[in-house]
């Protein structure tokens, strides 16, 4: 069975601080890894990662993928209080040729960022 | 505008109750999915959907239903409510089923069940 198991589960800092999150996975067959942010309501996608050791950036955001040690990270530098959320990580298994995404889920990060 | 939208977003029912949520979506996707996210925040694919067919059916009971009357819609129908499925239902879509798109999610629908 596909796992996703995301760390810390909760984290507080405060403002200006960096912080590391971290998605560690086992799945079959790889196909992406996503990152998502969810604050009270919808999940709002961050990056979708598929190769090794490229870096998606958006703004203070940015995260990379080691498909090796089966792991990614989402770092957020200078956090701001509305970075607050709970940072969720996804595994999108290849299963077989042209099958339908089928998201694994971590638990989340809860992140707090105090003023 | 919204991009993907479900109603209600609360909803509140007794034990043994027959519910329904509706979803739509306004971005022209093919693909549409039902999620579960219990208290611990785990999100579970429940159901997918292409163009009005089912193509994801995880290990669900048969209480809980979709239909998809046209491509931008994707309901859930859950019948005999029980405690256990007190959580947050999130819809949803993609442009495709296999593609390198992100799914867009709703703003969640929050049952729960007394």
């Known amino acids: 069975e596909d796992k996703v198991v995301q760390s810390p589960l909760s984290l507080v800092v405060h403002e200006g601080d960096t912080v590391t999150l971290n998605c560690s996975y086992e799945v079959t067959n790889f196909r992406s890894l996503l990152w998502y942010k969810q604050e009270k309501k919808a999940p709002t996608f961050l990056f979708m990662l598929t190769s090794s050791g490229i870096e998606k950036k958006s703004g203070r955001l940015s995260s990379i993928l080691d498909k090796k040690e089966l792991f990614s990270i989402l770092n957020i530098t200078a956090t701001q209080t509305g970075d607050s959320a709970v940072y969720l990580c996804a595994v999108d298994p290849h299963l077989f040729s042209g099958s339908a995404r089928q998201l694994t889920f971590g638990s989340g990060t809860q992140l707090t960022v105090l003023p | 505008d919204t991009a993907v939208s479900q109603t209600p977003k609360y909803l509140v029912t007794q034990m043994g109750n027959d519910k329904s949520i509706k979803c739509e979506q306004n971005?022209?996707?093919?693909?549409m999915y039902w999620y579960k996210q219990d208290s611990k925040k785990f999100l579970k694919i429940m159901f997918s959907?292409?163009?009005?067919?089912?193509?994801i059916n995880e290990t669900v009971p048969n209480r809980f239903s979709p239909k998809s009357p046209d491509k931008a819609h994707l309901n859930l129908h859950i019948n005999s409510l029980e405690l256990g499925d007190s959580a947050v239902y999130f819809c949803?879509?993609?442009?495709?089923?296999?593609?390198?798109?992100?799914?867009?999610f709703g703003d969640g629908t929050r049952l729960s069940i007394l």
């Open positions: 949803a879509s993609s442009p495709d089923p296999t593609g390198d798109q992100p799914q867009h």
């Open positions: 971005l022209g996707h093919d693909t």
């Open positions: 959907y292409n163009n009005k067919e089912l193509i």
